[in-house]
């Protein structure tokens, strides 16, 4: 049989009806088999468009944060902050709550505009589907390559930590690179599948930027304890990935005590909002794309 790509129009006369269907079929076997691989390539790829915000983001905003907290509030707050029994310095309070954050930030830029991009505004979504891939693949494939952008600013962020001396136990701490991944898929997925839903682009990126993401910024605990706000708003941050992220981070990098089983909420949270996410984002990419 020949070799697929090898001048099929001199060789496809020759063949057999049966040939020719194991043909098509070893042409299709690999695209079905790597086809989550080929759809983040293609996601890692598109990125070099924006690759200098990539890079400048993630080097510029751990720099700009940690000077602004590290030089700025935190020689005004000079106090410890008591959490659970422990005291520590303001900035290696509020540390694993920004790289939690950063985590999020890139999360909501790669599940919003490029999946609302590929199903209406550039259609590439429907190109892939043409193809031997499958719905499931093409949103696995989304989802791998935004984790990719999303390991690169966590690592970052942790080595400006680590270097602004805000991680006080490295031998746990580095444990905030995979609780910070886990982070940004638990508000990414779900949110995928919101952009993935959006048939008319009437500005609601913007409605979950100003309205859920600056809102679980700022009530999350990110820059003082969850149990200093009023009872009435700290639902907030029970339902928010961030606060349940920076909590799992605090634990990793300064070993503030908590129980064990608040740990498995904290995990158990951000995986059941991942894997849901994925589960309905996939749904709704086979209703899409027609499978």
Known sequence: MPRPGSAPAATSTQLSLDELRAEAMQWGRKPRAFGTWYVT???????????????VGALGQPILYLLGLAVGLAALIDAPISQNGVEVSYL???????????????????????VIAG??????????????????????????????????????????LWLFQAVPDP?????????????????????????????????????????IFMPMFLFSGTFYPLATLPLWLQ???????????????RIATYG???????????????LLLSIGGYVIGRRIFQRRLGA
Request: glycine fraction near 10%.
């Open 256 to 270: 503030m005590p908590v129980d064990p089983f608040a740990i498995a909420i904290h995990v158990g949270y951000l």
């Open 92 to 114: 290696v309070f509020v540390a694993p709550a920004l790289l939690m954050t950063a985590a999020i930030s890139v999360a909501s830029e790669e599940f919003s505009y490029p």
């Open 41 to 55: 390539e293609h996601m890692v790829r598109a990125m070099r468009a924006y690759g200098w915000t990539i890079v």
């Open 171 to 211: 031998a746990t701490g580095w444990l905030t690179i995979p609780i910070g991944l886990l982070a940004g898929l638990a508000f990414g997925i779900p949110y995928m599948a919101y952009a993935a839903s959006i048939t008319d682009d009437k500005g609601q990126v913007a409605l979950v930027q100003r309205f």
């Open 119 to 160: 199903f209406k505004w550039r259609r590439y979504f429907f190109g892939f589907s043409a193809s031997a891939l499958s719905p499931g693949q093409i949103a696995g494939g989304v989802v791998a390559g935004a984790s990719a952008r999303i390991i690169v600013v966590v690592v970052a962020y942790y080595l400006f």
């Open 235 to 249: 639902w907030i941050g029970w339902v928010s990935p961030l606060w349940h992220a920076t909590e799992l981070g």
